[in-house]
Each structure stands twice: as C-alpha cells, then as structure tokens.
C-alpha cells in the first residue's frame, strides 16, 4: 500500500523549486499531495524571520542555491529580484488545479528565466504561456484564496515552519537536505524509530 504524504511548497522558496527537480528520486511507494502554501504566513504565526529578511542570510542563501544548483545540475537562473510577493502565484497555481505540469511551470518561469516575477507583466507573462485569459479573475477568485489560506493553516496545524517539507504521518521533513532522510524513512521505517519526533518531544528544556 502506498504511503500517503504532503508536499508543502511556497514558489517563492529556491529550495521548494530545487527539491521539485529531484521529486523523482522518490521512491515510487510515496503518494504525496502538493500543497502550496504562503511561506510568510508560516513565518508570522512562529514569529520567524524569513532568511531573505536577514541581509548576510540572504546573501548566503542565494550563493549556496546556486552552488547547489549547479553541483545537482539543475537550471537555476535568480528572478530580476528576491523576494517576491509570491501571493499571485501561488493562487494561479490553486485556480490552475495544482498539478504537477502547473506548479512545474510556475517553478521553471520563476527560477530559470531571471523574469521580472515582482511585476504585473511578469505574471501576465507566465498567465500567457499557462493560456489564461482572465488573470486578474483568476488571481481574485474567492476559492483560491480560501483553498491559500486552508492550506497554510493545515501546515502550520501538522507543525510546519518552513518550505519545502513533506509531511509523512505525525513525521515531518523540512528541507532539501532531509531529502535523504525520507528516503531512509520510508525504506527502513523499523529502522528509524530513534529518530521519531515523538521520542524527542519528551526530551525537557534546560533554559
């Protein structure tokens, strides 16, 4: 029986494009949902800085995203500029159904073009290529919003911080570098029960 999961994703995040690239090293048992989430709405409800909002971070993030790109040899291009107000994105991507072509396509057109991603001609641009007439209805419509705002409660509800994560059971993954992990996870799930976050939780704070 497959395992059932969820992809939290926000596009505006380089790391939630560059694990996208490697969803296929995947084992085949893992049947996950994309869930698209407002990574800022995570940030505010853990009151959390976001690591473009951390000057020498952003710097950082931005150099190793590119490193790491390059090493794993995915397409990676920075958008004209970062961060993005990922809001419209994210709800043509809900109102486009989700599916695995869309949420690629608003991937590739934010990280591999270097776009003007922060302006109306932007994502007019990448509503053209997706053959959407009506932007502005799609951006505006009151399913996709709410579908937004479900989506990033239920994260923050399952214990999510930040983006890319999966969500496997009571288990969560947070980041392209526990990619291995999941795997290891899913693999050898007899195996792994020393790391399970419930034999964690009752570890007490000294502070």
Same mark, same amino acid.
């Given at each position: ?20 690239? #490697? ?28 690591? !473009? ?7 950082? /993030? ?28 994210? #709800? ?19 990280? /591999? ?7 109306? !001609?932007?994502?007019?641009?990448? !509503? ?5 007439? *009506? ?15 479900? *989506? /990033? ?34 693999? *050898?799930?007899?195996?792994? /029960?020393?790391?399970?976050?419930? #034999? ?8």
């Amino acid at each position: 029986m497959p395992t059932q999961a969820k992809w939290y994703f926000d596009f505006v995040s380089p790391f939630s494009y560059l694990q996208f690239k #490697r969803l296929d090293r995947l084992p085949s048992t893992l049947d996950y949902d994309m869930v698209p989430v407002l990574f800022a709405g995570l940030l505010k409800h853990w009151e959390h800085k976001g690591p !473009a909002e951390i000057s020498p971070k952003r710097l950082d /993030t931005y150099r190793y995203c590119q490193w790491l790109a390059d090493r794993l040899g995915v397409a990676f291009q920075m958008p004209k500029a970062h961060p993005f107000s990922p809001l419209g994105y994210l #709800r043509l991507c809900l109102s486009l159904g989700s599916s695995r072509e869309v949420v690629g396509a608003i991937f590739d057109f934010i990280w /591999t073009e270097g776009a003007p991603v922060h302006t109306e !001609a932007g994502i007019q641009e990448l !509503a053209n290529r997706l053959g959407v007439e *009506n932007l502005a209805d799609q951006l505006d419509s009151p399913s996709a919003k709410q579908q937004l705002r479900a *989506n /990033t409660e239920q994260a923050i509800a399952e214990g999510v911080y930040g983006v890319p994560t999966f969500v496997v059971g009571t288990e969560r993954f947070w980041g392209f570098d526990q990619m291995e992990m999941l795997c290891d996870w899913l693999a *050898n799930p007899d195996q792994m /029960t020393h790391i399970a976050t419930e #034999r964690f939780a009752k570890l007490p704070s000294g502070l």
